[in-house]
């Protein structure tokens, strides 16, 4: 398997479906089992520990890294051939937002990490011309923004009557998104966005209550 995994810098679209089907998934899961967020964010706090310690264990052991690299060929990059891979972040983030946030504003900084991440990256990679720090760009960051955005508005108008606040929050709510992803640049950004963006959302919530 040496040298058949992708690179940070090629598309790799399995892994970003792989990525959006099971933020989404999990969500459905949460919503259909009428779970309560301190239920599921301790579920995937659990989950992102136990992640995270068979991380640790593929790491120092050869024969099974070599495993799980064959299994999970298809999502993983190459950079995570002897490093942490994403998902024990993944696990992480989202577990740390239900259990920190309120539940509209934790499930919507979930949202920015199902769609924003990937979405951001896929366009950087295609069409990233200017760059705003190393591996990441304008375009990029523009892309983050808006997919934060329309899913604020979108997201908020199911609990207040559409107009200039919703408006403005749905601005906001999209830098806060876009910056944390920038913050990646320091922490995985599977950990930064849900968290930072549940962050700022409770802060900007708090002066315009859509939430």
């Known amino acids: 398997i040496k040298n058949t995994l992708a690179l940070r810098s090629e598309i790799h679209l399995t892994r970003k479906l792989w990525h959006i089907g099971t933020g989404l998934l999990g969500l459905s899961v949460h919503n259909q089992m009428g779970l309560d967020s301190r239920q599921t964010g301790m579920f995937l706090l659990i989950l992102g520990v136990a992640a995270l310690a068979f991380e640790l264990l593929r790491l120092k052991s050869p024969s099974i890294n070599e495993v799980v690299l064959k299994l999970m060929k298809p999502f993983m990059r190459e950079s995570e051939r002897n490093s942490l891979s994403g998902f024990p972040f993944y696990a992480l983030g989202a577990a740390i937002s239900l259990l920190l946030f309120d539940d509209k504003v934790a499930i919507l900084s979930i949202l920015f990490l199902i769609f924003a991440d990937p979405i951001s990256s896929f366009i950087g990679i295609l069409y990233g011309k200017d760059k705003v720090i190393p591996g990441k ?14 899913l604020t508005f979108g997201y908020g108008s199911y609990f207040y009557r559409p107009g200039v606040d919703l408006l403005v929050f749905s601005m906001l709510a999209g830098v806060i998104g876009a910056t944390s992803e920038l913050c990646s640049v320091l922490v995985d950004d599977n950990l930064t966005i849900p968290v930072l963006s549940g962050l700022g959302l409770t802060i900007i919530n708090l002066i315009i209550p859509i939430l």
């Not at 760009?137 to 329309?150: K, R």
């Open 137 to 150: 760009s304008v375009q990029g960051c523009v892309a983050g923004f808006l997919v934060c955005y329309i």
